[in-house]
């Protein structure tokens, strides 16, 4: 899907709205942001979908091991 076709001219206000109407829970935004980020993507090449979805989880478990680490050795990071 590219930014100036007519699948995202469809795609796009759909998001926007599944996005704005569940402003209540900010985990639920970024679940649909991350799922319609897979589909954006996959859209273009499916075979590289696998690249980001283990690229999402790496950052993710690397974050919640950073966010562990506060207090611990963070002067040593650099932080």
Known sequence: MLFNSIEY??????VFVIYWLLKSSYKNQNIILLIS???FYGWWDHKFLSLIIFSSFLDYF???KL???KGQD???AGF
Do not use: E, M, Q, W
């Open 67 to 69: 966010d562990a680490a």
């Open 9 to 14: 001219l469809i795609f796009l206000p759909i």
């Open 37 to 39: 980020s897979y589909v």
């Open 62 to 64: 690397v974050g919640l």
């Open 74 to 76: 963070r002067k040593n």
